[in-house]
């Protein structure tokens, strides 16, 4: 019997949800590399820790997490003695299970927007291309679907195309839509759309950003403008901002993040295309990594497609056998 085979899923695991389809990719490439790693072995020796070590980092879970990861296993060893390469599936799934529990890496977020602020003033922020309009459309789409007021505002006025991208998903889903055009001031779109939310009782405004990274100090002035402006209309907003990074660029994903919290006060993730990738473990090493809540990911290129980030769900999706 081949070794994967204990990877395998049995006959009575239930059909695939959307979130099991889009990290597949990820689980083949995750538990290729471990059976070929096992094989052989009949005990979790050092040998085999060192090799689970590069398996996690080339699989864009990042050092750091990788490290922490390696560190609980070993403990895990120390104290049961022996464990056999059954039962690492089991621990594996346990312990990074843990790890994002204990760094509290998602929070209380649903699209009903229970006990927060009206109107909820989202910020969206990440660099041209990893999917940030489309993620903006799609989650106005479910807040639509939930019954709210939602209005876009056009504030990416320098990327060709970023306003008339914006108001063609407003009109898809059938929602508000602000702009004053290509080359504006983006901190006035964001002013003013707080101004139509208040006075048309819209329950969520959705801030789209510029996506430019080449000079951060120019950034973080920009970003810090947009958000000093609209506390004028509305104390203490934005209520959140999201950075959007894409989750097949892997390494590349962690240096956004790196990039965009210095730059700006990032409250929470949103991690796009993980259907298209096997870098799946990116998602692991972002949240542990800057201890910030990932609250969606995408798992497909449909306006559905979109889910709240669940730590338990994913990892038990990436596990499941």
Request: hydrophobic fraction near 40%; glycine fraction near 6%; charge should be neutral.
């Amino acid at each position: 019997m081949s070794i994967f085979n204990i990877f395998k899923k049995n006959k009575s695991t239930p059909e695939t949800t959307p979130v099991d389809q889009s990290i597949e990719s990820t689980k083949v490439s995750l538990f290729s590399k471990l059976a070929k790693s096992l094989a052989g072995k009949s005990t979790i020796d050092n040998s085999f820790l060192d090799e689970l070590e590069e398996i996690l980092v080339t699989s864009d879970v990042g050092i750091q997490t990788t490290v922490n990861i390696i560190d609980r296993i070993e403990a895990r060893v120390k104290k049961d003695k022996y464990i056999n390469s059954d039962e690492l599936h089991t621990i594996l799934r346990d312990e990074i299970s843990l790890l994002l529990t204990e760094n509290k890496t998602t929070q209380d977020f649903d699209f009903d927007l229970k006990n927060l602020p009206k109107p909820f003033v989202l910020m969206v922020v990440g660099v041209n291309g990893v999917g940030k309009t489309t993620t903006i459309g799609k989650l106005a789409y479910q807040f639509k679907k939930h019954g709210k007021k939602v209005l876009l505002a056009a504030g990416d006025t320098f990327r060709a195309g970023a306003v008339d991208q914006l108001e063609i998903w407003s009109k898809r889903v059938d929602c508000g839509f602000y702009s004053k055009g290509m080359n504006t001031d983006p901190s006035a779109v964001a002013y003013e759309a707080l101004q139509i939310a208040q006075n048309e009782q819209y329950d969520i405004v959705i801030v789209d950003t510029a996506g430019r990274l080449h000079n951060k100090i120019n950034l973080m002035n920009e970003l810090s403008k947009i958000k000093r402006v609209m506390t004028k209309i509305i104390p203490d907003t934005p209520h959140d901002v999201m950075l959007v990074l894409d989750a097949s660029t892997g390494q590349n994903a962690f240096e956004q993040a790196k990039q965009f919290t210095a730059a700006t006060e990032v409250s929470s993730l949103a991690l796009t295309k993980l259907d298209g990738t096997a870098k799946g473990g990116v998602v692991i090493g972002i949240s542990d990594q800057f201890k910030i809540p990932v609250r969606f990911i995408g798992v497909g290129e449909g306006i559905e497609d979109i889910r709240l980030f669940k730590p338990k769900e994913f990892v038990n999706s990436l596990f499941a056998i």
